[in-house]
């Protein structure tokens, strides 16, 4: 396989810029409802898909210090968003649950996320389509 060209590089790091304007238009279109910041809505993202998570897997995902995710976590209890449940084996330790107002946080960040997708997919015709997904999913799915 041959090394890509300084143009192809810089094309692509063009491309990634609008793609992350986009999706970050998206994303903070959905923390706007909530008042939501980005790591709160990451950890919410997490806690929805990982009931009853520690903090320090939450942290360690997200790869932030534990005081960090501590500050989000509090943020995310005071807006009812998640709960802290102390484990009745060991008392030191506490899990988190998303409540079914997390729920409908992340709800509307994942139709916000969806709506960027689709309006990128939307400029292509379908042929184009099926090859820019097969393409894109190579790309993720390659490890160096």
Same mark, same amino acid.
């Given at each position: 396989?041959?090394?890509?060209?300084?143009? /192809?590089?810089?094309?692509?790091?063009i491309a990634?810029?609008?793609?992350?304007?986009?999706?970050?238009?998206?994303?903070?279109?959905?923390?706007?409802?909530?008042?939501?910041?980005?790591?709160?809505?990451?950890a919410? %993202?997490?806690?929805?898909?990982?009931?009853?998570?520690?903090?320090g897997?939450?942290?360690?995902? %997200? /790869?932030?210090?534990?005081?960090?995710?501590?500050?989000?976590?509090?943020?995310?209890?005071?807006?009812?968003?998640?709960?802290?449940?102390?484990?009745?084996?060991?008392?030191?330790?506490?899990?988190?649950?998303i409540?079914?107002?997390? /729920?409908?946080?992340?709800?509307? +960040?994942?139709?916000? +996320?969806?709506?960027?997708?689709?309006?990128?997919?939307?400029?292509?015709?379908?042929?184009?389509?099926?090859?820019? %997904?097969? %393409?894109? /999913?190579?790309?993720?799915? +390659?490890e160096?």
């Amino acid at each position: 396989m041959t090394e890509p060209t300084t143009e /192809q590089t810089e094309e692509l790091a063009i491309a990634f810029e609008r793609f992350t304007r986009r999706f970050k238009v998206a994303e903070a279109s959905a923390a706007l409802q909530q008042t939501l910041n980005a790591l709160d809505i990451q950890a919410l %993202l997490f806690i929805n898909e990982h009931a009853d998570c520690s903090l320090g897997d939450v942290a360690r995902h %997200l /790869q932030v210090p534990l005081t960090t995710m501590s500050s989000s976590a509090e943020r995310l209890v005071r807006r009812d968003m998640i709960d802290r449940q102390r484990l009745e084996a060991n008392r030191r330790s506490v899990a988190l649950t998303i409540t079914p107002k997390g /729920q409908d946080a992340v709800a509307g +960040y994942v139709d916000g +996320y969806r709506a960027s997708c689709r309006a990128m997919l939307e400029a292509l015709d379908p042929a184009d389509r099926s090859e820019f %997904l097969r %393409l894109t /999913q190579k790309i993720a799915n +390659y490890e160096h």
